[in-house]
């Protein structure tokens, strides 16, 4: 949403049948200045938990960063390899 929360920029809504991990995929280019935006996630149905949200960001950066949980499925699994960089 934009900063007002009325008007929707980008939008994922992927079915999901619950045996899966919840996945949704979005792409939002400003068009102008920096400016302020909004995620909303929203629930459906199914019994109340507690969210995580891996969010990732190409091409720009968040205000507030923790990198401690990071890697997301399958990358995970102890039966794969996953391998990362950071440019430092």
Known sequence: YDSTGTTVLAASEGAQSGTQTPTEALSYTNPGSATTVQIVISKYSG??????????????????????????????????????AVNV
């Open 47 to 84: 019994p109340a938990e507690t969210p995580q949200l891996d969010m990732f960001i190409y091409g720009g950066s968040l205000e507030h960063q923790v990198a401690a949980g990071s890697i997301t499925e399958p990358a995970t699994s102890p039966l794969v390899s996953a391998v990362g």
